[in-house]
């Protein structure tokens, strides 16, 4: 067995995988995962369906694939290590890095929150993963009471809170509408962070 | 034909009904509202099923008069005359008001949020009478602006952000878990509402 690790090979099917979920991510948002068939992504990611089996073996993979990488990408920015940062910058950048992925940049990154769609094994991995960043943000949000840089309070519920409206921006944000994605992400990281401090 | 308007009956029927919504919401919470049917609705309300039908003709009918009778108390209590209150004051009345409906007392009025489970012609009714109530919200959250009780900041985008983190508990809470009503009230409230002031 010849394992190939050739990481710019790699780069351009991760590239590759990307666009086709932003293509199906469009579908989705539209008329919602569980309406959507592998033909119907083929099509929106102008792909044959032979071609699209190549990078995505179903709906499935292709569905855990988003949440997964989604997941992984909050978590590399909720864990990034900054010793001295104070707590306010830390969860500003938190909430600006969902935002943007949410809203922006996968264009659907959203499809994180419908686990509903994944059969019970990859919806717990999904779950698993999801808790682990709640944790970490609400991590923070002690942290920052702990050194009184915010209000005393229960640091389970306001995360809660402030992920809530994070997460809800799913059921109504539209790309390419009025809103930019860098307006919504100014106000909420404004509104979510004041609401802690003292 | 008689028209009959018992005040005394009416305030019955209206108890027996919200009696069946809260049987019927604890169901649609455990499996969804799509996987529920009026034998499932009947059996969890401990009914014959034409015992059930006469209070409610369909499904369609229960998730739409549970949505429809949840928005007219949460505008209620939006739409209350307050002259004289605080800006601060009124949204946490409202904020309150919208998670005891949510959290407890019907048990699942988050059926307001389900709007897909609805036929379009109930659906439209419903979310223009979620769009009114958004509206009154923003228009607390613009009055304290205004009045510089709250911070200057897009009316619009925090609001959403503040309806968010609450309908977002739909997605989490768990009645008769370890975290009270009150609770999550109190932490939502304090927190949803300092992140507005200046």
């Given at each position: 067995v010849v394992r190939i690790s050739n990481s710019r090979s790699k780069g351009r099917l991760l590239a590759r995988r990307r666009a086709i979920l932003r293509a199906a991510a469009t579908a989705f948002r539209a008329r919602g995962i569980a309406a959507i068939g592998m033909r119907e992504i083929a099509d929106a990611a102008e792909l044959s369906p032979a071609n699209l089996y190549y990078y995505f073996k179903s709906k499935d993979e292709l569905v855990y694939f988003c949440q997964d990488h989604s997941l992984d990408r909050m978590l590399e920015v909720v864990d990034a290590?900054?010793?001295?940062?104070k707590s306010a910058d830390r969860l500003r950048a938190v909430i600006e890095a969902q935002l943007a992925l949410m809203l922006d940049e996968l264009d659907g990154a959203a499809a994180h929150l419908e686990v509903d769609a994944l059969p019970e094994r990859l919806r717990e991995k999904i779950v698993a993963k999801r808790d682990r960043y709640e944790r970490a943000v609400r991590a923070i949000v002690e942290a920052g009471i702990k050194k009184r840089e915010f209000a005393k309070q229960d640091a389970t519920l306001v995360t809660r809170a402030l992920l809530g409206a994070l997460n809800w921006t799913a059921r109504w944000y539209r790309p390419g509408?009025?809103?930019s994605p860098a307006a919504v992400s100014r106000a909420f990281s404004d509104y979510l962070v004041r609401g802690l401090l003292k």
């Open positions: 290590p900054a010793p001295k940062a509408g009025r809103t």
